[in-house]
């Protein structure tokens, strides 16, 4: 399932080009797609097809067209970012520009919606696909604006329950939400009733890879503690300021606040800034009690997708459906 995805994904971009510079660009193309990803969002399409009664090889255009979502979003989130790594190699911007990515991104959507205009399937069930990605992509941009939005506005004074609005709008909804109700419009059936339940599985989704971030002995394909270089706004850093001292939080914020790269003479984020951000957090158990969130989150939301998925024709898709959702909230990589 995982390699025809793949190949969907790819097949999907243009190979050649007689024109030596178009070639090269067709290559910048294939670049994000071809890296080690998991494929998670197009897999829960394909399984919740199967799961809803249908045939997962008939979704495989839709969950090819959100990967590619995926990867044009994951472009243009490294440069809005200022990112150094994606995948474990040069975020694109790094390597080529952010011109040049920008408009590799921009490509990469165009040919998200080719995919999904040109799908063979009855219009009903090709409005309700289209709509939601429409959806998705609305939600996206708008918990991205309020995670741009904070760092931009030098705001360190995010609540948990601001944290939670934003990975709710910019995590969930693309990586669980969505990608649920895709299968089930691709096998002409209602989706279930688990959009509550979905949103709690990407919200332990999103604080699990918060914290993998600052843990140094783990390698899951992001660059340690990238999320204090960047200054994201995480429940990490809310709870560590709602917990810090007066002194503590003058120096979080100065420390936080220094940009990580600078063409002027302003001082940058170093390392000894990062360890002196990470020891106020471990001081005030930050990392502990954002991992408390996220299994009680993932065990809630967990629960509920057991007893909706157990009433689908297909089980032993729903049950891999299940399998991954609890990997991905309690993941080690």
């Given amino acids: 399932m995982r390699e025809a995805l793949q190949q969907a994904m790819l097949d999907a971009l243009p190979k050649q080009h007689s024109y030596p510079e178009i070639n090269r660009f067709y290559n910048y193309l294939h670049d994000y797609p071809s890296r080690s990803g998991k494929l998670i969002r197009g897999q829960f399409v394909l399984l919740a097809c199967e799961a809803h009664g249908g045939n997962w090889q008939d979704a495989l255009k839709v969950a090819a067209a959100l990967e590619l979502f995926q990867n044009w979003v994951l472009i243009h989130d490294d440069i809005e970012d200022d990112s150094d790594e994606r995948r474990g190699k040069p975020a694109m911007h790094r390597s ?49 604006h309020l995670d741009l939005s904070w760092v931009e506005q030098g705001r360190f004074d995010i609540s948990e329950a601001d944290y939670l609005q934003m990975v709710t709008l910019k995590t969930a909804y693309y990586t669980v939400v969505c990608p649920l109700h895709l299968g ?30 600052l843990m140094p002995d783990i390698s899951y394909g992001k660059e340690f503690a990238g ?46 800034d990062v360890n002196a951000i990470l020891a106020i957090i471990n001081k005030h158990k930050s990392l502990d009690y954002a991992q408390s969130v996220a299994e009680e989150r993932a065990s809630r939301g967990l629960a509920v997708m057991k007893t909706e998925l157990a009433k689908l024709p297909n089980q032993e898709a729903s049950n891999k459906i299940l399998d991954i959702l609890e990997s991905l909230a309690t993941r080690k990589v």
Avoid at 192 to 211: E, K, P
Avoid at 240 to 266: C, I, Y
């Fill in 96 to 144: 080529l520009g952010m011109p040049v990515a920008l408009n590799v991104g921009d490509a990469l959507h165009v040919y998200m919606w080719q995919l999904l205009h040109h799908l063979d399937m009855p219009n009903d069930a090709w409005r309700n696909v289209l709509y939601e990605f429409e959806t998705m992509i609305h939600r996206t941009a708008e918990g991205q």
């Fill in 227 to 272: 999320d204090l270089y960047e200054a994201k706004r995480t429940l990490i850093l809310a709870h560590t300021f709602q917990h810090a001292s007066s002194d503590e939080k003058v120096e979080l914020e100065s420390r936080l606040a220094k940009p990580r790269n600078s063409n002027t003479q302003e001082a940058i984020k170093t390392q000894e």
């Fill in 184 to 213: 089930a419009f691709v096998a002409e059936k209602v989706p279930s009733d688990v959009d509550a339940a979905a949103i709690d599985m990407g919200i332990a989704f999103q604080i699990r890879d918060d914290v993998l971030n």
